[in-house]
């Protein structure tokens, strides 16, 4: 069985908005080669010791995935911190679960095509944003927000 790639790095910020409060590991370029050297990988594996699922991107002139709150809060780190990484690509289907006032939307502005586009962390992004509010009323709102900005390829609160 193949080895898993593992190499340690610090957490670190993205630089442009809405990237700076983002948390991201830089992948090394030996290890996105050994990984397949695509634009875009999907990976598994632990973020010091935390499970996680991401994909390898490329931003601000490196290939990064982003570190989400809930992971570093299993691992008990935050930027600056130096973390050991274990990946491997993940082949595994990944969906994003639509609530039904964007899908709405989404048919109404025929949009679908674009939303599909999306970066997976933009579909979920734009999901959860609208899931998660409580009242039916704010994700309906949070719902007619997304046209303009799924055109746009922003991110919910992007401008």
Known sequence: MARMPTFRCELVHGAKTPYDTWTFVIVPDDVRRALGGNARIPVRGTVAGAPIRATISK??????????????????????????????VDTATRSVPVPSELREVLDAEGLWPAFEKLA?????????????????????????KAPDAIRARL????R
């Open 59 to 88: 931003g601000e002139g490196v290939h990064r995935f982003a570190v989400t709150r809930d992971v570093q809060d299993a691992a008990g780190v935050r930027v600056g911190d130096e973390v050991e990484i274990v990946i491997e």
């Open 120 to 144: 997976p962390s933009h579909r979920r992004a734009w999901s959860e944003h609208v899931a998660e509010a409580k009242k039916p009323e704010t994700r309906s709102r949070r719902a007619s």
């Open 155 to 158: 991110f919910p609160g992007q």
